[in-house]
């Protein structure tokens, strides 16, 4: 089983949502970086359910770190973090080690583990698990912050309602630093909120649209082929629960432009190489152009949802009807875009490391 990923700097996964505990170990991060354990906080909370708008699980999420760091600083050697798990009600499950919920993976695990999958709240499938990405990736924020590289993610689209773009990226990625619910227009930020809560009243569920940027990203970091830069965040950000897509700078938007409108031109600015548009995102032949890296991210509506749904007994290989019970949410959207921030951070840094050298993020 591949829970493991990352060269140089590597993240490995493991728990279950139901077990004793979830977490996840860093390995290959630089000696000298600081580790605050109250920025890791702060991390966490993003990722915690926002009131009425998430499950009404509460999880503590307090993160034991029992390897790697010492008198607030990595060794550099594994990083251990470990989250134990709280407030499980597991006898909801009960009907889910042979009944798939349409959306889940239940049938897919059953087939690929032969019916030992812990079915209980998703088991190694859930989104849970992403709690270890969030706390390893505070790390991983911290190294990129101390060489000037941010990362912010906002809400660009939910239940059909679309907030502002990024405009003064330095600025925006400051404002969404503080808020639980990551939108930059107070006023669409309100209306995705009641939608989230309308979709809830129904028994139903919403979707949405991330969109991340980071700057301070230096030019030369990537692969012209299969570990283009696009290609290695692609891989790790298809492995958060519930992703669907991703596309760089104008992405599928490109297909309907001429190439003199797509093109970004090249100028130079304060002495250095720029480009005037930026609809590549940042990236040009999988490597990184300097400019900042831009990329939607589609989340799908979460698939736990109160209605009555048409499915199968895999077992029996019967036709039948399932009308869940347990805790969910009627939109993950919002607490995707710190696992997505996470999971950015943890692959940027793995690929500096693997340019200039695993010491190069370090102090």
Request: glycine share 12%.
């Amino acid at each position: 089983m591949k829970n493991t990923y990352g060269e140089s700097v590597s993240i490995t996964l493991f728990g279950e949502s139901h077990g004793k505990a979830i977490g996840a170990v860093l390995d290959g991060i630089a000696p000298g970086i600081p580790v605050n354990e109250d920025f890791i906080a702060t991390q966490m909370n993003k990722r915690q359910s926002v009131s009425s708008l998430s499950t009404p699980r509460k999880e503590a999420d307090r993160v034991q770190i029992v390897s790697g760091v010492v008198n607030g600083y990595t060794t550099g050697t594994p990083i251990t973090f470990l989250i134990e798990n709280m407030d499980t009600k597991s006898s909801d499950y009960n009907q889910l080690s042979e009944i798939a919920r349409p959306g889940h993976a239940d049938y897919t695990a059953y087939c690929k583990y032969h019916g030992y999958a812990d079915t209980r709240g998703g088991g190694h499938f859930s989104g849970r698990i992403t709690a270890g990405l969030v706390a390893a990736g505070a790390v991983a924020l911290t190294a990129l912050a101390r060489k000037g590289i941010r990362i912010g993610t906002h809400i660009s689209a939910c239940a059909g309602i679309s907030d502002r773009p990024f405009e003064d990226i330095t600025k925006d990625i400051d404002t969404l630093s503080a808020l639980s619910f990551a939108v930059l227009d107070k006023e669409k930020s309100a209306r995705m909120q009641e939608a989230i809560l309308s979709a809830r009243s129904e028994g139903d569920s919403v979707g949405g649209i991330l969109e991340t940027a980071v700057i301070g990203f230096p030019e030369g970091v990537g692969e012209p082929w299969f570990d283009s830069l696009e290609g290695v965040l692609s891989h790790a950000i298809f492995s958060v629960p519930a992703v669907k897509g991703v596309e760089f700078g104008d992405g599928f938007a490109l297909c309907g432009m001429r190439g003199s409108t797509a093109n970004d031109a090249f100028a130079i600015k304060n002495g250095e190489v720029v480009t005037s548009t930026n609809h590549c995102g940042g990236i040009l032949g999988g490597i990184s152009n300097g400019m900042p890296i831009l990329f939607r991210t589609a989340i799908k509506p979460t698939p736990s949802i109160f209605k009555e749904q048409n499915t199968v007994n895999f077992k029996n290989k019967e036709d039948t009807v399932l009308t869940l019970k347990g805790r969910h949410d009627p939109a993950i959207v919002h607490r995707a875009r710190v696992v997505i921030d996470s999971v950015t951070a943890l692959v940027l840094c793995d690929q500096l490391a693997l340019r200039f050298g695993t010491d190069y993020l370090g102090g």
